[in-house]
């Protein structure tokens, strides 16, 4: 009878197999992250970039939930073919880009949105996951914390943009994401941490919003329903907000020394 133990160390043999399985493991793991998203492409030419030490992973199909169809990925033909209204300050590769119009509303920056599908966060039985508090009567305020609703929205011009008039809420996650502000026929939501409530001036309380002034508002993009939010607006409302930090006022955007 071989005895194997005799010249082999079993427990560095182990160790040995555990080191291949965790390098094939990390392998699989960086493939699978670059199933979207990839293959990147050069911001200057457009061209694809190919990675010469990891390949992309084959591709393979998603089935989405409520009969929302099917995604492949990774796509070669999912690109982003939208204009840049902007400049580049260089010719270089990385180069930041300098917009030519109004970069809150035309995505550039901190205002950029991707182009999400055009119907609403479902929650596991199929219906829209962020609704209005007047739909969705199962959720309240707690007692113990301020209603936002009847609360006037301030920016840092000091001006009041508006009152809140709901609250939307995320059913799955039991939170809340919108603020609903009356403004002229058709209100406003603004995300909830772009909105900070803090103390108003005689007593009371109040949202304030950094990030945009009185004459952004009338720009903000709007839902085509009155009770639910598709993940496209969701990403060019919060793209807006986002951008009014640095482009909703000249001086955001200057140096700080």
Do not use: C
């Amino acid at each position: 009878m071989v005895e194997i133990t005799g010249y082999i160390d079993v427990a560095q043999m182990v160790l040995y197999a555990f080191w291949v399985f965790f390098a094939g493991l990390i392998w699989y793991l960086q493939a699978e992250s670059r199933r979207e998203g990839y293959p990147l492409e050069d911001d200057v030419t457009g061209a694809y970039n190919p990675d010469p030490w990891l390949q992309l992973p084959s591709p393979k199909t998603f089935k989405l939930p409520h009969g929302m169809g099917e995604r492949t990925y990774p796509n070669m033909e999912n690109r982003d073919t939208r204009p840049i209204k902007a400049r580049r300050a260089s010719a270089t590769s990385g180069s930041p880009l300098i917009p030519t119009g109004n970069a809150m509303k035309d995505g550039v920056g901190p205002a950029a949105w991707a182009e999400r599908p055009d119907h609403p966060d479902m929650t596991p039985h199929g219906t829209a996951k962020i609704q209005p508090l007047a739909v969705a009567t199962d959720f309240h305020i707690s007692e113990n914390d301020v209603d936002p609703r009847g609360l006037n929205v301030v920016g840092p011009d000091g001006e009041i943009a508006g009152q809140i008039v709901d609250v939307w809420v995320d059913q799955t996650e039991s939170y809340i994401r919108y603020l609903e502000m009356k403004f002229g026929r058709n209100n406003r939501l603004i995300p909830l941490h772009f909105a900070v409530q803090r103390s108003a001036r005689g007593g009371g309380r109040e949202y304030y919003v950094h990030n945009l002034t009185k004459d952004h508002w009338s720009d903000v993009p709007r839902t085509k329903s009155k009770t639910e939010i598709t993940m496209l607006e969701e990403e060019k409302i919060m793209g807006y907000f986002g951008g009014g930090g640095l482009y909703a006022m000249p001086g955001r955007a200057e140096p700080l020394l």
